[in-house]
DNA sequence: ATGAAAGCGCTAACAG
DNA sequence: CTGTTAGCGCTTTCAT
């Protein structure tokens, strides 16, 4: 065969196909169709059976139209790779459910696309967005219009935010290696050289407060990315004896790096992640982090964005900006 | 103000709303959204400008409607808590938006809720099902109707099924751990006493071609369970010398405590897990494991589900029914 | 460049 | 118990 057969894709059975089958109005396929009382069992059962055989489903359209839509909403995730994101997806979904929403997912972790990308697909599907949209709030949140955006971890303030207080956070971290008697501390900061995340404009400044000299180095986020760093950074400051990461993951890379340099942890190098994922105990030895429960964050932005779409919450108000805070959990590292 | 003002959620705007408040027709409203041609650029932008104060979104079950349906297909997923779901997820989620589809997800982990009950909360939305269904598999098929269901790692045949070969899977594991010199093996599979898994049965299956006893354990499909599940069988069989793993993440489980008991892996026994997801490199030692590409499963769904939904492949054919297979990655556990 | 008419597939409200 | 009548809000013709 050189010309490929093109098999018009069979249009959709409608709902007067199926009554025309059944030798019946399109009402009663509606009452038959919706479990809808109104019905004799046995013209019921017949429709249906004739629904079945015709393939007929009716249109999402359609219904959402006449009924008014129930809620969607649009779920943003950079990079569900990272076991930090899945977590908070999932506490996401799970409240979403339980409030009768559907949640549509994007994870624009991958390829050449970015946040603002995510939220242009995701705009014409949904009725709000939840997402890590860092840069592209604003773009995000104006692209929405009247939908509510509810942006996590990122300064810009759309209807809600969800902030996480980095100063207290790197307080906990950094007084705890001090009270250690860790004498060489480091950060080690997701993104590259020069410039800092808010978590590492924090831990910058907390050591500033305390008068002592951190050691600031940078990787991408991900476990190997950070075994190098490490690698790298040990070259430099041999009596590292303390180190903070910017998340659990490039924690992890950063245990094997000492490990496979020899160093002893906590002994020799303590070291502190952030993020409280499970992988943490899992790890060798089990991971000190500064915790934050995705089930609670996931909960405050479904709570907000409920609000927000309610009319309860006023976006952009204070009450539609929340501020959550990290526990440090003491395991093995530190 | 002692009662709060309701202010009734303003009914949305529509379109027509917008064409009063502009003194033109919907027509030129609809041109003006979409950016169609043959509208004067000053109108558009008047237009655009009202929608926004307006407040005014398309809405998506009319456009949906006239426009005929773009794809929507319902990921169901059964715990977003284990690592290799998400990245499973992430796949079928890169692919989907590749083709312009979205996807709706569900997350059946909690709660008491089932395979199948996350297929009848997506049933109303979408036009096709990927999911880990397992004994819900066939209801749920037969909830869709006609459209297709891509059920993955279960016995039953929906419009489309994706399995893993076990026995090859379990072939390479046993057979490496044989060649190691393992004389008594213990295989943990995830579930209750008394009741295999097809990993298990598969596992079974080989041990039994092989020749050698071999030693099954049960515990829930989690990294702590499985810790006290090795706790237990280390009692039982000090000599043991050999684990393969349900799955990595309860390897991870076996490895601590392993060393929680002083064996070393994997002079004193050996570890190999199954999935191949990155936890296994972060662990210590790092994890051998039966390594599956998490990519190429995404991407056979959603290239299946494709072909499914155009009419290329049968419902049901032996097109439709795809055998994927595991590596052996050797690492250091094993 | 703009407007008028028609209709997508469904369900709610009312008849019969 | 079943059928008829009206739209839901939008985009397509087709006119002007």
Same mark, same amino acid.
């Given at each position: 065969m050189t010309s490929t057969s093109r098999i018009p894709r069979a249009k959709r059975a409608t709902i007067l196909d199926v009554a025309a089958a059944a030798g019946v109005s399109r009402q009663t396929v509606t009452r038959a169709m919706n479990d809808m009382p109104g019905i004799r069992q046995e013209t019921r059962e017949r429709v249906q059976e004739l629904a079945r055989e015709l393939g007929y489903t009716p249109s999402r359209y359609a219904r959402g139209l006449v009924q008014g839509a129930h809620t969607s909403v649009g779920l943003a995730i950079p990079d569900l790779t990272n076991p930090y994101f899945p977590a908070f997806a999932s506490s996401v979904v799970e409240m979403a459910t339980q409030r009768g929403w559907n949640v549509v997912m994007d994870d624009?972790?991958?390829?050449?696309?970015?946040a603002l990308d995510a939220v242009a697909r995701l705009a014409p599907q949904v009725d709000a967005v939840i997402g890590? %949209?860092?840069?592209?709030s604003e773009a995000a949140q104006a692209m929405l219009g009247r939908r509510p955006a509810v942006v996590l971890d990122h300064p810009y303030m759309a209807a809600g935010r969800i902030s996480f207080d980095y100063p207290h956070a790197a307080r906990l971290a950094l007084d705890h290696l001090l009270s250690r008697g860790c004498r060489e501390i480091a950060y080690l900061d997701s993104g590259t050289k020069g410039s800092l995340t808010a978590r590492g404009a924090a831990v910058v400044g907390v050591a500033a407060d305390r008068g002592i000299g951190l050691i600031v180095a940078h990787s991408a986020e991900a476990a190997q990315p950070s075994r190098d760093a490490v690698q790298d950074l040990l070259s430099r400051?041999?009596? %590292?004896?303390g180190l903070l990461a910017f998340n659990d993951l490039m924690a992890a890379g950063v245990l094997k790096a000492l490990a496979g340099n020899g160093?002893?942890?906590?002994?020799?190098c303590a070291v502190i992640g952030m993020d409280g994922i499970p992988l943490g105990e899992l790890v060798t030895p089990a991971l000190t982090t500064l915790s934050m429960n995705l089930r609670d964050v996931g909960r405050a932005a479904v709570d907000l964005l409920e609000g927000l779409l309610s009319g309860t919450i006023v976006p952009g108000s204070p009450e539609a900006d929340l501020t959550l805070r990290h526990d440090l959990v003491l395991r093995q590292s530190a």
């Open positions: 624009f972790g991958h390829g050449s696309s970015s890590y %949209l860092g840069p592209d400051h041999p009596r %590292l004896d160093r002893s942890v906590p002994d020799d």
